[in-house]
């Protein structure tokens, strides 16, 4: 007979001071598992690094030449750096958290303990993790039209080509545990890197970009050009800061892992792949490609032949990165539904009814919002400016506060520093989240008043 998850609460409390009261619950917690047919606590950090690469070597890196086109030069690769830099150590913050407080699921059970135990709290932050998950999986829906328009030549409604997207996506989030999911994440970063390399490179050994104009010549400059507009340049920055920010996600990772302690293994290999990477598409694609022909995605500046070549290898991830987000949001809702019930660790036909269900209904979700906004840039800015100002800075700051109550937070100077940093991310996230929701709204009516995105529902073709 196994522990539930409430028996393991109620028998060790919910705060953890001691980093040895912790291991224990958390090996507890392993333990009550052993004789389960569904084992979730099984992740390696291997594994779990190639869930991290599989999440963050995605499509949206090829918005980075247009945010750097906006920029410029210098100020893109500072941004990417700065960004880069702060997500890092505040993973790190949630990780120290989630290893004090080895109980938590997902973000949404960190949103309650940093507001006093707040079911109010959790209730928001649930709402805003399943409203993250599934623009996430709609960005896919989008992306997933846009690539069969593309290699299609636009053979049928793009309505079509976006429900077969969310019907593929679908069938890959059924299995039930993360671990399983690994090995497909692993292959999926494999061929996004492929794709990433090979748009490098065809942007620099074509002939021009596409759609080029006999006599302009691709424009690049190190600093944004005059006249770049506030919503343009906080557009470009939301893009950026988009890739980076997967924190909301952490959590669900954490807790399948087998040894926890190890997180930070997976991040800096991530971390130190994603800084090279995303500099060096958005550097050399800039150079290449210019101010006036940019597209986002930037497969859309490269000539037609390249394109497919190119677009054709991120098809693995376009499905697995939104099957994994399904598979996040279905596990958060599956388990509170059976929180003490059998079938949670069992392969019952109610259980993987329920399983199915729960995911089918996250791309129906998907595929509506995907048909209301279809436009990339925009929605990566407004998925940014709404989600990321909570779940990559505002949390962290405050998971921080919780490490050092009363005024051990300003004892000595780098300790000081520290809780001054921590103060300046939650203020920051707040400006982000205010800031960044009006610019994309913003965005978002300047690109339909300019007539340069699709209507809602339409058939008319997305294709690069």
């Known amino acids: 007979m196994s522990l539930s998850d409430k028996d393991l609460e109620k028998s060790t409390g919910t705060e953890f001071e001691g980093s040895d009261d912790a291991s224990v619950l958390h090996q507890r917690q392993v333990e009550a598992e052993s004789e389960n047919a569904i084992k979730y606590r099984t992740c390696s950090w291997q594994k779990t690094a190639a869930l991290l690469f599989s999440e963050y070597i995605c499509l949206a890196i090829l918005s980075f030449p247009w945010s750097f086109s906006v920029l410029g030069m210098v100020p893109g690769v500072i941004v990417t750096i700065v960004v880069a830099a702060s997500v890092q150590y505040t993973s790190l913050v949630l990780w120290r958290f989630c290893l004090k407080h080895p109980e938590i699921r997902d973000v949404c059970d960190i949103g309650r303990m940093l507001f006093g135990g707040s079911q109010l709290a959790y209730n928001v932050t649930a709402v805003f993790f399943l409203l993250n998950n599934t623009f996430i999986q709609a960005l896919h829906c989008l992306v997933g039209a846009k690539l069969l328009n593309t290699l299609s030549n636009s053979a049928t409604c793009t309505i079509t080509f976006s429900a077969i997207a ?168 599956f388990f509170r539904i059976f929180r003490n019930s059998h079938h949670k660790h069992s392969n019952t036909i109610t259980a993987w009814a329920t399983w199915a ?108």
């Not at 545990?177 to 065809?202: D, K, P």
């Not at 390249?306 to 098809?315: E, G, R, W």
């Not at 407004?382 to 050092?404: C, E, K, P, V």
């Not at 109550?405 to 205010?434: C, D, Q």
């Open 166 to 333: 969310a019907i593929i996506c679908f069938f890959i989030s059924l299995p039930r545990t993360l671990n399983q999911l690994s090995g497909l994440g692993t292959f999926a970063a494999i061929t996004m890197g492929i794709a990433v390399l090979l748009a490098i490179i065809f942007s620099g050994i074509q002939a021009h970009p596409f759609g080029y104009i006999a006599g302009e010549e691709p424009l690049v400059t190190s600093i944004p050009v005059k006249g770049t507009t506030y919503v343009a340049g906080m557009s470009a920055f939301l893009n950026i800061s988009y890739t980076f920010i997967g924190q909301i996600t952490l959590p669900s990772f954490i807790a399948e892992m087998r040894e926890p302690k190890d997180f930070p293994k997976a991040l800096w290999a991530v971390t130190i792949a994603e800084i090279v990477v995303f500099t060096i598409c958005g550097a050399v694609m800039y150079h290449f490609v210019g101010n006036q022909y940019m597209t986002s995605p930037a497969f859309g500046s490269l000539e037609h032949k390249y394109k497919l070549v190119a677009f054709s290898f991120a098809i693995p991830t376009i499905v697995f990165l939104g099957a994994l987000y399904s598979s996040v949001t279905t596990r958060f809702i």
């Open 357 to 464: 269900s729960i995911a089918a209904t996250t791309w129906i979700l998907a595929f509506v919002i995907a048909e209301v906004i279809p436009f990339f840039s925009d929605m990566l800015s407004l998925m940014s400016s709404l989600f990321d100002g909570w779940f990559g800075f505002i949390f962290w700051g405050m998971a921080y506060l919780t490490f050092y109550p009363g005024s051990s937070k300003w004892a000595g100077p780098w300790r000081t520093a520290e809780t001054l940093l921590n103060y300046f991310l939650i203020v920051f996230g707040l400006y982000m989240l205010v800031a960044g929701t009006y610019v994309s709204i913003q965005s978002i009516i300047n690109d339909y008043n300019a007539n340069l995105v699709g209507s809602a529902f339409s058939c008319a073709s997305n294709a690069l």
